[in-house]
């Protein structure tokens, strides 16, 4: 079977996966069933490498409904060099990963001239009133820790401030950066980081949002495979979280003047 250039983020997914169950140095029948799992709820992995090779060795493993010692040896030295592939691949893309065009761009709120109530998550007969033309809240974090920034600046959108934009929405779309920044403040009941220092970049016109300044790692927010994903970046050990890093990394870093 034939090995690609590069590697999908599903199958990255599924080649962090097998790292986890290698980890001890030792694969057990519990392993197996396990990687068969993840293979069953990500059917998508199967028509790919490395995911089309283990679901077709894992199949004449489970044809019997047992798994025998010989066939987990053949697991582990299936794993064992899906494991040196996957290195050879991520290094290449290390080396072919040219530096392209950038701009630095703007990444603020929208002003809406309006306000609005958001009740309280905690006290239902709490509410705050939130200003979206100056992106302010009468909570006490946005009192706290956000009022001295520029309106519409990133470090403004208490908790409040992204499900007001979330309610107000109403057919009409935010850019696609914006609504993935609503929706991580939704799911984890927080505003955005007031600490953090938030930029977003051009490259290739398309938007990549960069949150720095809070310690080693940084957070980069790039499409991927049709997502919008995060991905983390150590600038202390100049690594990527997982190894796994967005399309033009090298010119991200360049944007941002890291090495
Ligand atoms: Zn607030």
């Known amino acids: 079977m034939s090995t690609p250039e590069t590697i999908s983020l599903k199958s990255r997914q599924l080649i962090n996966f097998c790292r986890t169950l290698t980890l001890d140095g030792d694969i057990s029948d519990e392993d197996a069933w396990e990687l068969g799992n993840f293979l069953n709820e990500n059917p998508e992995c199967c028509d790919e490498w490395p995911g089309d090779e283990l679901a077709s060795l894992l199949s004449k493993i489970f ?25 050879k691949i991520f290094n290449k893309e290390q080396i072919a990963d040219s530096i392209e065009s950038f701009s630095p761009y703007d990444c603020i709120l929208p002003s809406i001239p309006t306000v609005v109530s958001i009740k309280s998550d905690s006290n239902p007969d709490e509410s705050y009133s939130v200003d979206l033309s100056v992106s302010s809240c009468s909570c006490s974090d946005w009192y706290g820790a956000r009022r001295h920034f520029q309106p519409n600046s990133l470090n403004r959108c208490c908790k409040q401030v992204a499900y007001a934009l979330h309610k107000i929405k109403k057919g009409s779309e935010y850019p696609e950066w914006l609504q993935r920044l609503i929706d991580e403040c939704r799911h984890s009941k927080k505003g955005l980081n007031p600490k953090a220092r938030w930029t977003m970049v051009l490259v290739k016109n398309s938007p990549v949002i960069v949150s720095s300044g809070t310690g080693d790692w940084i957070n980069v927010y790039a499409h991927y495979d049709g997502y919008f994903s995060k991905f983390g970046y150590n600038l202390k050990e100049q690594r990527w979280s997982y190894g796994m890093r967005p399309y033009y990394s090298a010119t991200i870093k360049a944007a941002l003047g890291i090495q």
């Not at 044809?63 to 290195?87: C, D, M, P, R, T």
């Open 63 to 87: 044809a019997n409904g047992s798994v025998a010692e010989y066939e987990l040896k053949q697991l582990a030295s299936k794993l064992g060099s899906i494991e040196k592939k996957a290195f």
